[in-house]
């Protein structure tokens, strides 16, 4: 029998000021950003993630408390500030966190962005993905306004994947699915593991799904690595990859090579 996959809450608290606009739990900003999307981006790191990712660099996002609260034109005021170092290409970029957990707020700021004719990137694992009732009502309206995804498949096996972030995997892929279905622009970002994600069957499998989808404009293999231990340490969680080394460029290489159809 295939396993049910829980449906995760989202906007569960602090989400709407008296007024009606829409809050977001921020977890911080980057003003410059140059690996999250095309251009120079503005990137805005949500809090709140339901996956327990092994080798998460940002843990301390898990968690969807936030001592700062923003809404949609006050995150907008402080953009625009940095539009003129955007060039033809950049613009704004949100990531997490799992921001598709704030749902709501994205589809208002990604609308008023566009409104200001700023390119919205969406940075997503899409674990809350799920084809029916509202959510799905609500990440329709957010593609409206969205330009283009980041899309991490963490593991193309969905036990593996399962081991490696706490969830299968079949919704996620069933998103990466659904955004090809309607001609919606992804780059695919895979994580190369040592010996959990870097193994050749794993890689064909996951070039075989890529392949079969029309939307896809890059393919990013990123390194494994460990530059967020100390997160880990400061929040008194046993870092669970401990020992595992990093992957050389040639590992790396050929991985992306594998991905892309060329090895």
């Known amino acids: 029998m295939e396993e049910q996959i829980p449906t995760i809450e989202y906007n569960t608290e602090n989400t709407e000021r008296a007024d009606g606009k829409k809050l977001a739990r921020v977890h911080s ?9 095309p251009g120079i981006r503005f990137i805005v790191f949500l809090k709140g993630c339901a996956m327990r990712c092994q080798y998460c660099h940002n843990p301390d996002t898990w968690d969807t408390h936030s001592d700062e609260l923003v809404t949609a034109d006050e995150l907008l005021a402080k953009a625009i500030r940095f539009k003129s170092y955007w060039g033809a290409k950049g613009g704004i970029t949100v990531s997490g966190g799992e921001a ?6 994205l589809i208002e700021f990604f ?9 919205t990137c969406l940075d997503t694992s899409a674990q809350p993905f799920h084809r029916t009732g509202v959510f ?11 330009d283009l995804l980041l899309f991490d498949i963490k593991h193309i096996d969905s036990d ?4 490696l972030t706490g969830w299968p995997n079949e919704n996620i892929l069933d998103c990466v699915r659904y955004l090809s279905e309607i001609g919606k622009p992804i780059w695919i970002r895979h994580v190369l593991v040592p010996t959990i ?3 050749e069957a794993y890689l064909l ?13 890059k393919i990013e ?15 008194n969680m046993p870092y669970p990859l401990k020992g595992i080394p990093e992957p050389t460029p040639e590992q790396v290489q050929l991985a992306q090579q594998i991905l892309e159809g060329k090895a």
Request: net charge negative; proline share 1%; charged share 35%.
């Open 29 to 37: 900003i980057e003003s410059f950003g140059s690996v999250d999307g």
């Open 100 to 105: 598709l957990l704030q749902i709501d707020f």
């Open 111 to 119: 609308r008023k962005a566009k409104e200001l004719g700023i390119n």
């Open 136 to 146: 799905f009502e609500k990440f329709e309206e957010l593609m409206k306004y969205t």
């Open 160 to 163: 593996e994947h399962k081991k």
């Open 197 to 199: 994600t870097d193994k």
């Open 205 to 217: 499998r996951l070039r075989e799904f890529i392949a079969s989808l029309n939307n896809v404009e």
């Open 221 to 235: 293999v990123l390194p494994y690595h460990t530059l967020g231990i100390y997160k880990w340490e400061n929040l």
